[in-house]
T-cell receptor, first 114, second 112 residues
Framework: NAGVTQTPKFQVLKTGQSMTLQCAQD?????MYWYRQDPGMGLRLIYY???????DKGEVPNGYNVSRLNKREFSLRLESAAPSQTSVYFC?????????????FGPGTRLTVL | KQEVTQIPAALSVPEGENLVLNCSFT??????LQWFRQDPGKGLTSLLL?????REQTSGRLNASLDKSSGRSTLYIAASQPGDSATYLC???????????FGKGTKLTVNP
């Protein structure tokens, strides 16, 4: 099992450009999550999908959109990137949501917005 | 609002030492607590999950305890090795919530 995979690993954007971060899991998990990690701020939840076909806002959703394409895949889109979105983005999944199971994380995407 | 604190922010120990990492949280109404390890430039690796009804969990040289009433958890690492060097994060989740609330981590260095 590959677990949780993310693409790309690194990305540099200019302000105003758009991009989509891809995430896939092969563990047949129902719930998927997007977090960002910033120095001094820790990890914060951007969006989550409790099950296929549903998405909800987390703590810091502004400037982002998500799509739960199917049970395996959950993408994060930046429509117009801003320097404040420079961060490391992690995707995670769990078998069941609402804290009933542990969350497993991907390797991250390191994004720089100039 | 739930806040998670990890003290100390950094810890350096000689190889072979037993050590304890601390995690405290302000709202005791948690559903579970999860400990992770993060290596530099890498993702998070789940170490242990403790449900709110449990007092402790063990995995190999790791033992995590949970005291909900006092808002504390500890991660005990026995016979530390240089390969244990990493940042250790704890995170809690409230009942009915999807959001893990993370501490800022303890950076552990185990010296050969």
């Amino acid at each position: 099992n590959a677990g949780v995979t993310q693409t790309p690993k690194f990305q540099v954007l200019k302000t105003g450009q758009s991009m989509t971060l891809q995430c896939a899991q092969d563990m047949n998990h129902n719930s998927m999550y997007w977090y960002r990690q910033d120095p001094g701020m820790g990890l914060r939840l951007i969006y989550y999908s409790a099950s296929e076909g549903t998405t909800d806002k987390g703590e810091v959703p502004n400037g982002y959109n998500v799509s739960r394409l199917n049970k395996r895949e959950f993408s994060l889109r930046l429509e117009s990137a801003a320097p404040s979105q420079t961060s490391v983005y992690f995707c995670a999944s769990s078998r069941q949501g609402q804290g009933r199971d542990e969350q497993f994380f991907g390797p991250g995407t390191r994004l720089t917005v100039l | 609002k739930q806040e998670v604190t990890q003290i100390p922010a950094a810890l350096s120990v000689p190889e072979g030492e037993n050590l304890v990492l601390n995690c405290s949280f302000t709202d005791s109404a948690i559903y579970n607590l999860q400990w992770f390890r993060q290596d530099p430039g890498k993702g998070l690796t789940s170490l242990l999950l403790i449900q709110s009804s449990q007092r402790e969990q063990t995995s190999g040289r790791l033992n995590a305890s949970l005291d909900k009433s006092s808002g504390r958890s500890t991660l005990y690492i026995a016979a530390s090795q240089p390969g244990d060097s990493a940042t250790y994060l704890c995170a809690v989740i409230q009942g009915g919530s999807e959001k893990l609330v993370f501490g800022k981590g303890t950076k552990l260095t185990v010296n050969p």
